[in-house]
């Protein structure tokens, strides 16, 4: 197991280089560390958050995430709104999204996102801890049951590896370490977030067959914004 977490902690984030040569059975194993990845990104952005000052938080907090996680996933949501949003077929959509080319949409999509993580990342606090486990627990949850809509590509395997008692075990998991942190304006923002996320996977089924690579990257980075959102909200309001 551990060189299965290894070949996910290689694969996510730039905190290990993966020379393991894996399989697809390995892959598979790895996903149980999945929402565990997320958890050491969220720690460490915290750490970092501790030791800066005010007026340099969300510039350093946003450079820290793009670093530690390579971008990976802010490149799937840009090319999922470049297909989604050019309103073409389906087929047509899932070429735009895998153009190496960044188009209008993706470009104002990432400018949107920054702008988010730099305005949010200072006021978060402890909820930075849980903020990444929170978006890859909601890819986890919207490939659930869910389809691969390409012939080929590693996210087939994320996919398609998915089972109902991976969700099970980090639900549990999940949920105490937002409410032990941050309370039940936490929990509500966690339901908000996870219904988000369910609902993106059901729409991204019916609008495109199916998920691919992108749209998990795309519903980790929103469900990360959604979260943040509508938890400062929430706990403005409590």
């Known amino acids: 197991m551990i060189k299965a977490f290894l070949i996910q902690l290689g694969l996510y984030?730039?905190?290990?280089?993966?020379?393991h040569i894996w399989t697809e059975d390995e892959y598979k194993k790895g996903l149980i560390f999945t929402p565990l990845i997320g958890l050491i990104i969220g720690g460490i952005l915290y750490l970092i958050s501790l030791l800066l000052p005010e007026f340099l938080e969300g510039f350093i907090l946003?450079?820290?995430y793009t670093i530690l996680t390579g971008g990976l996933h802010?490149?799937?949501?840009?090319?999922?709104?470049?297909?989604?949003?050019?309103?073409?077929?389906?087929?047509?959509?899932?070429?735009?999204?895998?153009?190496?080319?960044?188009?209008?949409?993706?470009?104002?999509g990432l400018i949107i996102l920054s702008l988010g993580y730099y305005s949010f990342f200072p006021s978060l606090g402890k909820a930075l801890i849980v903020l990444p486990l929170l978006g890859r627990y909601g890819a986890?949850?919207?490939?659930?049951?869910?389809k691969y809509t390409r012939l080929d590509g590693m996210g087939r395997y994320f996919v398609e590896g998915v089972k109902g008692q991976l969700l099970l075990i980090w639900l549990?998991?999940?949920?105490?370490?937002?409410?032990?942190?941050?309370?039940?304006?936490g929990l509500l923002g966690l339901g908000l977030t996870l219904g988000y996320s369910y609902y993106?996977?059901?729409?991204?089924?019916?609008?495109?067959?199916?998920?691919?690579?992108?749209?998990?990257?795309f519903i980790i980075?929103?469900?990360q914004l959604i979260f943040a959102l509508t938890f400062l909200?929430?706990?403005?309001?409590?």
Do not use: C, H
Not at 13 to 19: D, E, G, K, P
Not at 172 to 185: H, K
Not at 233 to 238: E, K, M, P, T, Y
């Open 221 to 223: 980075e929103s469900s």
């Open 172 to 185: 549990p998991i999940t949920a105490f370490l937002v409410y032990f942190l941050l309370g039940l304006a």
């Open 140 to 146: 986890l949850l919207s490939v659930y049951k869910n």
């Open 200 to 217: 993106m996977g059901r729409f991204f089924l019916s609008r495109l067959g199916g998920m691919t690579g992108d749209t998990v990257g």
């Open 233 to 238: 909200l929430v706990d403005i309001w409590i």
């Open 13 to 19: 984030t730039t905190l290990y280089s993966n020379q």
């Open 74 to 108: 802010m490149d799937g949501y840009s090319d999922t709104l470049d297909g989604i949003l050019a309103r073409r077929g389906r087929d047509r959509a899932l070429e735009i999204m895998q153009d190496p080319l960044l188009g209008t949409f993706g470009i104002l």
């Open 62 to 64: 946003l450079f820290a």
